[in-house]
């Protein structure tokens, strides 16, 4: 067999152009993009002294968690966090902002409508959580908000802190992004929804379509639901309220437009009736109350 040979115009052909390809200059890169900043990016967490509190600005309820413990401070780009555990303060930061971030993004919010920074006092000794419960007429609680401040104990289970924390912080989300009074059924719904919707999202879990998944059945009548201004004393109709608050929100947000939520809620706010305000923002899904009463009676 003959060995195989090259002719020399092609040898020196190949010689030439692979000389060429090592030398050919390699063209300039395109920078990729920065990847986007995870949800909770924004909680650098900055211990400080009260005097060096960026708002040092409180209502009544901060004012008496105040006076009523000692506290060591810090904040983050939304908020002034008082605490009494370091450990503790870290943690929350980080969750309370991601919450911040799933909470406005999941509800289309942009407009920040008050001023300062909210409040957030964790409580990490029991004696001091109770007294301030019993002070501002609550009972025994996990967590509790008013306006823009929010207030809660820290118990040892870390995930059950967790998730009852990201229930304040959507309230607080509420009282800043909509200027007006809220409807108390817009604050309980979207709170209990988010308290599992947010938590299992920041969590990496799955389900968090479903809210907090409480169970009991959520058969309160929606027209009394509408109407009620205070919460109801008695426990278990507390229950079945908060469960059905739960439910009529999960129903806008899931199966008709989360998108299109904010405005709904806008309009609440300027005085307009659920049923007109429903049938002007969603037209395109009923064209009567009636229909809508049909969709979310069959909503489970």
């Known amino acids: 067999m003959k060995a195989p040979f090259l002719r020399a115009g ?28 995870a949800p909770g990016a924004s909680a650098a967490f900055v211990e400080k002294s009260l005097e060096q509190l960026s708002d040092k600005t409180l209502e009544d309820w901060g004012k008496k968690a105040m006076a009523g413990a000692k506290w060591r401070h810090g904040e983050t780009e939304h908020m002034i966090i008082h605490f009494q555990k370091l450990a503790e303060a870290q943690r ?9 971030d799933y909470i406005t993004k999941d509800l289309g919010l942009t407009k920040d409508y008050r001023t300062g920074k909210s409040h957030l006092f964790i409580f990490a000794k029991s004696n001091d959580w109770f007294s ?22 820290a118990p040892a289970n870390s995930a059950t802190f967790s998730r009852h924390l990201a229930f304040p912080v959507t309230s607080c989300v509420l009282y800043r992004f909509f200027p007006k009074r809220v409807p108390l059924w817009v604050y ?13 999202k920041n969590k990496g879990i799955a389900g968090g379509e479903r809210g907090s998944e409480r169970r009991g059945t959520a058969t309160y009548s929606l027209v ?28 806008l947000l899931t199966q008709v437009d989360r998108r299109r939520f ?17 049938v002007e923002v969603y037209p395109d899904k009923f064209k009567t109350y009636k229909e809508f009463q049909t969709a979310y009676n069959s909503f489970q």
């Open 188 to 200: 309980q719904g979207v709170s209990y929804f988010e308290e599992g919707n947010a938590y299992k």
């Open 10 to 37: 092609t040898a020196l052909f190949c010689v030439v152009t692979l000389a060429a390809a090592q030398f050919r200059p390699t063209p300039p890169r395109t920078p990729a993009a920065p990847p986007a900043p």
């Open 92 to 100: 929350a930061a980080r969750e309370a902002e991601a919450y911040y």
């Open 262 to 278: 904010a405005s709904l809620v806008l309009k609440l706010g300027d005085g307009v009736t659920f049923q007109q305000a429903v």
């Open 224 to 251: 009394d639901l509408l109407n009620v201004t205070q919460w109801p004393t008695d426990s278990s109709e507390r229950r079945e309220y908060d469960r059905t608050c739960e439910k009529l929100v999960r129903f």
């Open 132 to 153: 301030f419960c019993t002070e501002i007429g609550k009972g025994r609680i996990f967590c509790t908000s008013k306006g823009s401040e929010m207030f809660i104990e």
